[in-house]
T-cell receptor, first 110, second 116 residues
Framework: SQQGEEDPQALSIQEGENATMNCSYKTSINNLQWYRQNSGRGLVHLILIRSNEREKHSGRLRVTLDTSKKSSSLLITASRAADTASYFCATDKNTDKLIFGTGTRLQVFP | GAGVSQSPSNKVTEKGKDVELRCDPISGHTALYWYRQSLGQGLEFLIYFQGNSAPDKSGLPSDRFSAERTGGSVSTLTIQRTQQEDSAVYLC??????????????FGQGTRLTVV
C-alpha cells in the first residue's frame, strides 16, 4: 500500500496565486522528498527534508514537515503556468526504499 | 551517461508474450528502483536494489514479474506471459543511496508498455 497520500488530488489556480499541497504518511520516516512530474513520464526531484528538520526553502518552494502529525506541505508561491504538473511526496524509512504518494495534479491558468 | 536511461521508450506486445525492460542507472549510484504507473495514478513500488544487498522484491505484483541487476549497474525487469492489466509506464530511478541517509532519486523517462 502507498505510504503517502497527497491532497488535494487536483488543484486549479490562476497565475500569481500560491499553491499548497499536503502529504500525509503512515509510519516513521527518515526523509521526505517532493517530486514533480510532467506529462506522465520521468519525475524530477524538487526538495528533500529530513525528519529532524521542520521547514526548508528552495526558490519559490517552501516545504514544512510535522512528524507529530505525520504530514508535510509543499507551497509554491507566485505560481506560473509552467508549474502545471503532478506533484508527489516520497518517504523513506530505515530500509531506504522510496515510497511515493498518490500525487496532486496542479493546473495553473495564465 | 548523464542520466538514467531506459529502453525501449515504448513497447507494444501481444497478451501472453514475455517482455524485457532495461534500465541504465547513473554511474556510481548504488540504489536502483523500479516503479509502475498506470494512467493518472501514483507510482507503485515494484523492486529496490541497494549495492550488494538482497533486493527488496516486496512490491512485485505476481511471480510473472522478476528483475535483476548485473554487476551493480544495468537492471532488467522481465514480465512473463503479459496480461492487459500490465499495461502501464514502468519507471526506473537510481540514487546514491547512503544507508540511513537517502538522497534524491534520478528518474529515467520510462517505458510505456501496452499489452494488446
Amino acid at each position: 500500500s502507498q505510504q503517502g497520500e497527497e491532497d488535494p488530488q487536483a488543484l486549479s489556480i490562476q497565475e500569481g496565486e500560491n499553491a499548497t499541497m499536503n502529504c500525509s504518511y503512515k509510519t516513521s520516516i527518515n526523509n521526505l522528498q517532493w517530486y514533480r512530474q510532467n506529462s506522465g513520464r520521468g519525475l524530477v526531484h524538487l526538495i528533500l527534508i529530513r525528519s529532524n528538520e521542520r521547514e526548508k526553502h528552495s526558490g519559490r518552494l517552501r516545504v514544512t514537515l510535522d512528524t507529530s502529525k505525520k504530514s508535510s506541505s509543499l507551497l509554491i508561491t507566485a505560481s506560473r503556468a509552467a508549474d502545471t504538473a503532478s506533484y508527489f511526496c516520497a518517504t523513506d524509512k530505515n530500509t531506504d526504499k522510496l515510497i511515493f504518494g498518490t500525487g496532486t495534479r496542479l493546473q495553473v491558468f495564465p | 551517461g548523464a542520466g538514467v536511461s531506459q529502453s525501449p521508450s515504448n513497447k507494444v506486445t501481444e497478451k501472453g508474450k514475455d517482455v524485457e525492460l532495461r534500465c541504465d542507472p547513473i554511474s556510481g549510484h548504488t540504489a536502483l528502483y523500479w516503479y509502475r504507473q498506470s494512467l493518472g495514478q501514483g507510482l507503485e513500488f515494484l523492486i529496490y536494489f541497494q549495492g550488494n544487498s538482497a533486493p527488496d522484491k516486496s512490491g512485485l505484483p505476481s511471480d510473472r514479474f522478476s528483475a535483476e541487476r548485473t554487476g551493480g549497474s544495468v537492471s532488467t525487469l522481465t514480465i512473463q506471459r503479459t496480461q492487459q492489466e500490465d499495461s502501464a509506464v514502468y519507471l526506473c530511478a537510481s540514487s546514491l543511496g547512503y544507508r540511513g541517509r537517502n538522497t534524491e532519486a534520478f528518474f529515467g523517462q520510462g517505458t510505456r508498455l501496452t499489452v494488446v
